[in-house]
């Protein structure tokens, strides 16, 4: 033996009928499992229906049952026919008149700039060097 495993090995009595708690797991556990398992039968139940074409066999057996028997013999639907109303909404008509309005408006002129100023989009700069 190692001097590890001796470490761990006691010699007394009392000690030697000791075994490691295990913890025991949550409920949620189990309970995601058998969501899981219940999920994956519906699927599989579904595909089956799906690829043998018997829906409407297992639609008369859950109706037959149950003791519907409306299933196996649907009343025929009579067709409503609609009933038609007319509405009849005058609308008023607007008369457009135009009117020749003038308007005189004072446009405020700005003052000149000092002469020392040069505009730099009216000013070719190659020209000043």
Known sequence: MSDKEEFFISDDPANADRR????????????????LAGLAVLILSLIIIDA?????KIKQGIASLLGVDEAKNPQPVTPIEPTVVEKVVEVPVEKIVEKV?????????????????????????????
Not at 52 to 56: E, I, P, Y
Not at 105 to 127: F, L, Q, R
């Open 101 to 129: 309005v003038e308007k005189i408006v004072e446009v405020e002129v700005k003052p000149p700039m000092p002469s020392n100023y040069v505009s730099w989009k009216k000013v070719d700069i190659a020209e000043l060097w």
């Open 20 to 35: 490691p708690i295990k913890r025991k797991g949550g409920y949620l556990g189990p309970l995601v499992l058998a969501a």
């Open 52 to 56: 043998t074409n018997s829906g409407g």
